[in-house]
């Protein structure tokens, strides 16, 4: 048996990069899940793979940024899985890349919309059913960009801070019904995000060599660890990579 066999999770942005790499590693420990993108491509071809594996995985097209579509995600995985065990909200963007003093606000709000509101619709919509079955885990994947200003950033490090401090407030509310909420920094990973940061030029983040980065596979260990038992003394925490005593914890 898998460390999370018997458990069903909801993955936002799982076509690539983290989410996917998340998801495959859940399945692989057991777990049945449900892969959400605003596109269908990515995340069908991945079910579908999973499935051929023989694992339980389902696809469905989700905008983050509109709460019915996330709420029609959680209902989805209870028709397919029987409940919710637990969501990773992932789904994030990084641009528009540029300074607020030229910032387009219809794009810039949108991107805020995704990175922040994406968060809360997650939370909200599967909050109710956790509360009702008595546990849950919710892990929202933070940054470091949560507490450092970088130059063209301002929508996504902005977004990260709200996120940390809705992990605070859902923690604290939650405390007690056996539901665990976490943020997970993961330090800069070698994502398709990343090659939009370089190709930017704008702040140190992106004069790093892509081979700097660390693969996705570290920050899908630390989501598997964090749906497990292993992990509920940190609950209300933000879990960062960066940190040699987190990453040995776990087994990095």
């Not at 028709?79 to 540029?98: K, M, Q, T």
Request: aromatic share 4%; charged share 20%.
């Amino acid at each position: 048996m898998g460390k999370l066999s018997g458990k069903a999770v909801v993955i936002t942005g799982a076509s690539r990069g983290i989410g996917a790499a998340a998801a495959e590693a859940m399945a692989v420990e057991g777990a049945s899940v449900l892969l959400l993108a605003r596109s269908a491509e990515g995340i069908t071809a991945l079910a579908s793979r999973l499935r051929k594996s023989g694992h339980v995985a389902e696809a469905m097209t989700c905008d983050v940024s509109e709460f019915t579509q996330v709420s029609a995600a959680i209902g989805r995985a209870h028709e397919a899985f029987g409940r919710v065990d637990a969501i990773i909200n992932n789904a994030g963007v990084i641009e528009p890349i540029g300074p607020l003093a030229t910032a387009d606000p219809k794009a810039w709000s949108h991107a805020a919309d995704i990175n922040f509101k994406g968060v809360f619709n997650g939370m909200r919509a599967v909050l109710p059913q956790m509360r009702a079955q008595g546990t849950g885990v919710i892990v929202n994947v933070g940054s470091a960009a949560a507490h450092n200003p970088l130059e063209g950033w301002s929508h996504y490090c902005a977004a990260k801070a709200g996120t940390a401090m809705l992990t605070r407030c859902a923690h604290l509310e939650n405390r007690g019904r056996g539901i665990r909420v976490f943020s997970l920094s993961p330090g800069t990973v070698a994502t398709e995000m990343q090659r939009k940061i370089k190709a930017s030029g704008i702040n140190a983040v992106s004069q790093m060599d892509f081979a700097q980065h660390a693969p996705v596979g570290e920050p899908a260990k630390a989501l598997v660890w964090l749906l497990t038992d292993d992990a509920a003394e940190f609950a209300g925490q933000e879990i960062s990579l960066r940190q040699p005593e987190m990453r040995a914890r776990i087994g990095l």
